[in-house]
């Protein structure tokens, strides 16, 4: 009876030691953020800065400027962009100046040439060669006179970076799950830095191109990999508060950017100034530790000791032996287990799941087009373009952070169905209201909605696969959907069509797929599906009756 009693007191004590053992319990026990996790996590925060500057720094290097058509028989070396006899020499074109044509010269020999009215025909127009400019920026355009019908190619810069993100993100996974996520972050920096800088030196357009495509091919992995490592590094009750404040630190990159083009609006200098300091990032092998995930699923469990063993200690905590002995131990058996079965029914789950994965595509593709669209047409709006672009990084901030009070309340499924609808309502209102003020209001808006849905499909999309397939599809869907991170830098081009193309274009996609989220299972207060079957009832909502299911 004794013995009986001695036994089952063991067991239990084994019991809570093994759940004493777990690296999320270890992680409690030396501190869920404390000085150790705060160090590295301010590290992170710099690549997700350099992410900003490296994703969409073309919006400035490769942007249009604003021109019109050099008119010989008015415009002198002291002539400015705007001039009074400008309304009988230049046709106008969606309420501003042609920037590409300019009214024909009366051929008459009656006529004195001079600067008037009489001497140009109002009914035919003439392409221009030379141009006067409104600004002093110093862009590709200016660089290698790309105006009118060869503006197309300072776009193509856009859609070379986004190729490049499109081959840079599969691959940039599978070398960090190779070779390790600090070592991945900090070599992906340094190289795109090079990328960055030698594309400031580039002579011929052909060029630029390609570093711009190496450069994304290299540093597109920085923003997950940052991300990875900042989740991974705090306890289980910091990880949702760590995950959103990282996140932040993109846009106050691209707000950092706008700054900085602001100041430097020569391309060239621009990009010297944006990519010399992200070389430091290189350090980052010194200063960073690896992920303790990382390495523990690779059965580096010396390495993973010593890590947790020093952020113990710089957290002025203490991990008992036996506890560190049996994550060792756990983890080998799991390792064991992973290659005895290493089933990823990947395309079970394409058929069980189809019209969900169609979905969810679309709606990545939805969202990629429109929040790189609205930030690159962010400087087309009247006004102060650089100003512009800063509101439109911060105003990202807010969008970041509501999720985290809508999505339990509301349910994932509605939250993202209203700020699709937001967002796309907003876009439509842009073509009904007048002025700069107004106009930039609803942008705005209709940007933060936009972050703010993209915020919610992030997680979303992670909650409605099953466990052994999850990351398979999440990429799938995320890889399908850059594909409207590459059509986005062509939108600007609409305008030259229909002053509010890019709007009517954004407004449709978002309403459209904002609908058909309606048709996803919702996954709040659900527990993650581990299972395909698991996933397929999800359709099911809390109070047991059938929702709509793709």
């Given at each position: 009876?004794?013995?009986?009693?001695?036994?089952?007191?063991?067991?239990?004590?084994?019991?809570?030691?093994?759940?004493?053992?777990?690296?999320?319990?270890?992680?409690?026990?030396?501190?869920?953020?404390?000085?150790?996790?705060?160090?590295?996590?301010?590290?992170?925060?710099?690549?997700?800065?350099?992410?900003?500057?490296?994703?969409?720094?073309?919006?400035?290097?490769?942007?249009?400027?604003?021109?019109?058509?050099?008119?010989?028989?008015?415009?002198?070396?002291?002539?400015?962009?705007?001039?009074?006899?400008?309304?009988?020499?230049?046709?106008?074109?969606?309420?501003?100046?042609?920037?590409?044509?300019?009214?024909?010269?009366?051929?008459?020999?009656?006529?004195?040439?001079?600067?008037?009215?009489?001497?140009?025909?109002?009914?035919?127009?003439?392409?221009?060669?030379?141009?006067?400019?409104?600004?002093?920026?110093?862009?590709?355009?200016?660089?290698?006179?790309?105006?009118?019908?060869?503006?197309?190619?300072?776009?193509?810069?856009?859609?070379?970076?986004?190729?490049?993100?499109?081959?840079?993100?599969?691959?940039?996974?599978?070398?960090?799950?190779?070779?390790?996520?600090?070592?991945?972050?900090?070599?992906?920096?340094?190289?795109?830095?090079?990328?960055?800088?030698?594309?400031?030196?580039?002579?011929?357009?052909?060029?630029?191109?390609?570093?711009?495509?190496?450069?994304?091919?290299?540093?597109?992995?920085?923003?997950?990999?940052?991300?990875?490592?900042?989740?991974?590094?705090?306890?289980?009750?910091?990880?949702?508060?760590?995950?959103?404040?990282?996140?932040?630190?993109?846009?106050?990159?691209?707000?950092?950017?706008?700054?900085?083009?602001?100041?430097?609006?020569?391309?060239?200098?621009?990009?010297?100034?944006?990519?010399?300091?992200?070389?430091?990032?290189?350090?980052?092998?010194?200063?960073?530790?690896?992920?303790?995930?990382?390495?523990?699923?690779?059965?580096?469990?010396?390495?993973?000791?010593?890590?947790?063993?020093?952020?113990?200690?710089?957290?002025?905590?203490?991990?008992?032996?036996?506890?560190?002995?049996?994550?060792?131990?756990?983890?080998?058996?799991?390792?064991?287990?992973?290659?005895?079965?290493?089933?990823?029914?990947?395309?079970?789950?394409?058929?069980?799941?189809?019209?969900?994965?169609?979905?969810?595509?679309?709606?990545?593709?939805?969202?990629?087009?429109?929040?790189?669209?609205?930030?690159?047409?962010?400087?087309?709006?009247?006004?102060?373009?650089?100003?512009n672009f800063i509101w439109n990084g911060l105003i990202q901030i807010p969008g970041l952070i509501l999720p985290l009070f809508i999505m339990d309340s509301l349910g994932r499924r509605i939250s993202l169905f209203v700020s699709m609808l937001t967002?796309?309502?907003?876009?439509?209102?842009?073509?009904?209201?007048?002025?700069?003020?107004?106009?930039?209001?609803?942008?705005?808006?209709?940007?933060?909605?936009?972050?703010?849905?993209?915020?919610?499909?992030?997680?979303?999309?992670?909650?409605?696969?099953?466990?052994?397939?999850?990351?398979?599809?999440?990429?799938?869907?995320?890889?399908?959907?850059?594909?409207?991170?590459?059509?986005?830098?062509?939108?600007?081009?609409?305008?030259?069509?229909?002053?509010?193309?890019?709007?009517?274009?954004?407004?449709?996609?978002?309403?459209?797929?904002?609908?058909?989220?309606?048709?996803?299972?919702?996954?709040?207060?659900?527990?993650?599906?581990?299972?395909?079957?698991?996933?397929?009832?999800?359709?099911?909502?809390?109070?047991?009756?059938?929702?709509?299911?793709?």
């Amino acid at each position: 009876m004794i013995e009986n009693e001695f036994n089952e007191e063991s067991d239990i004590r084994s019991k809570e030691i093994a759940n004493e053992s777990t690296l999320d319990a270890i992680l409690i026990r030396i501190g869920e953020f404390g000085r150790f996790q705060l160090f590295n996590y301010v590290l992170l925060c710099f690549p997700m800065i350099f992410n900003a500057f490296q994703s969409i720094s073309y919006v400035f290097t490769a942007s249009p400027v604003v021109y019109r058509c050099n008119v010989t028989l008015c415009d002198s070396v002291g002539s400015e962009y705007w001039e009074p006899w400008l309304n009988f020499t230049i046709p106008s074109k969606n309420s501003n100046f042609d920037q590409c044509h300019h009214y024909a010269v009366i051929n008459d020999t009656d006529l004195q040439l001079s600067c008037s009215a009489e001497n140009f025909n109002r009914s035919q127009v003439e392409f221009c060669y030379d141009y006067k400019f409104r600004d002093y920026e110093y862009t590709l355009a200016k660089e290698f006179n790309f105006f009118c019908s060869n503006e197309w190619k300072l776009s193509m810069a856009g859609t070379f970076n986004n190729i490049g993100q499109f081959i840079g993100i599969p691959l940039g996974g599978l070398l960090a799950d190779k070779y390790g996520r600090r070592t991945m972050l900090a070599i992906g920096g340094f190289v795109s830095s090079f990328m960055g800088l030698i594309r400031s030196f580039t002579t011929n357009y052909y060029m630029f191109l390609s570093f711009e495509l190496l450069d994304m091919v290299a540093a597109s992995t920085t923003y997950p990999t940052a991300f990875l490592l900042a989740i991974e590094l705090v306890g289980p009750k910091r990880r949702v508060a760590a995950a959103t404040i990282i996140t932040i630190f993109y846009p106050l990159g691209e707000a950092l950017l706008g700054i900085l083009a602001e100041q430097f609006q020569n391309w060239r200098t621009l990009l010297r100034v944006l990519y010399l300091p992200a070389i430091l990032q290189i350090f980052l092998l010194i200063l960073l530790p690896e992920s303790i995930r990382w390495l523990l699923s690779q059965g580096k469990e010396s390495k993973a000791i010593a890590v947790l063993t020093k952020a113990a200690r710089i957290n002025g905590k203490f991990i008992p032996t036996l506890n560190l002995a049996n994550l060792i131990e756990s983890n080998k058996q799991k390792l064991e287990d992973n290659n005895v079965k290493n089933i990823y029914p990947i395309k079970d789950a394409i058929k069980v799941f189809f019209w969900r994965i169609i979905n969810c595509s679309l709606c990545w593709f939805t969202h990629t087009l429109i929040a790189l669209g609205l930030s690159l047409n962010s400087v087309n709006l009247g006004g102060n373009k650089y100003n512009n672009f800063i509101w439109n990084g911060l105003i990202q901030i807010p969008g970041l952070i509501l999720p985290l009070f809508i999505m339990d309340s509301l349910g994932r499924r509605i939250s993202l169905f209203v700020s699709m609808l937001t967002c796309g309502l907003c876009m439509i209102a842009t073509i009904f209201f007048d002025g700069y003020g107004v106009e930039l209001t609803l942008f705005l808006i209709g940007k933060f909605a936009i972050t703010c849905s993209f915020q919610i499909l992030y997680f979303f999309t992670s909650e409605i696969f099953p466990t052994n397939v999850r990351s398979s599809l999440l990429s799938l869907c995320s890889m399908i959907g850059r594909f409207g991170s590459m059509l986005a830098p062509q939108t600007p081009l609409l305008i030259n069509y229909y002053e509010f193309s890019p709007q009517i274009l954004f407004a449709s996609f978002a309403l459209v797929s904002g609908c058909l989220t309606l048709f996803f299972p919702e996954t709040a207060n659900k527990t993650l599906p581990t299972t395909m079957v698991e996933a397929s009832q999800l359709s099911r909502n809390v109070n047991g009756r059938n929702c709509n299911d793709n």
